[in-house]
């Protein structure tokens, strides 16, 4: 996937100093922190896209907020109701 947005490039930018740490052994514990906070970050992100999507259909009908996302009806609900593509609850 290559999409590009400034949330995007921002965490690109992120990985780019990481990889840019000059002591390998520092980069290497600098990447595995990273990496172990990712699940809960993406918990994060997935709490935050919801409370978004929420607050968009307290005053848009659904399929304006699919519109306004570029996905599909069902997808909206299933994102405001907090069932993710990976995991559902």
């Not at 780019?16 to 993406?42: F, H, N, S």
């Not at 005053?59 to 570029?70: F, I």
Request: glycine share 4%; proline share 6%.
């Amino acid at each position: 996937m290559s999409e590009t947005s400034p949330a995007v490039d921002a965490i690109r930018s992120v990985i780019a100093d990481l990889a840019a740490v000059p002591d390998p052994a520092e980069r290497a514990r600098a990447i595995g922190t990273v990496l172990d906070a990712v699940p809960a970050l993406q918990a994060e992100l997935r709490a935050t896209r919801q409370a978004a999507v929420v607050e968009l259909r307290a005053t848009q009908s659904l399929a304006e907020v699919a519109k306004a996302l570029g996905i599909s009806g069902p997808r909206v609900s299933q994102i405001a109701s907090g069932v993710s593509r990976t995991s559902k609850k």
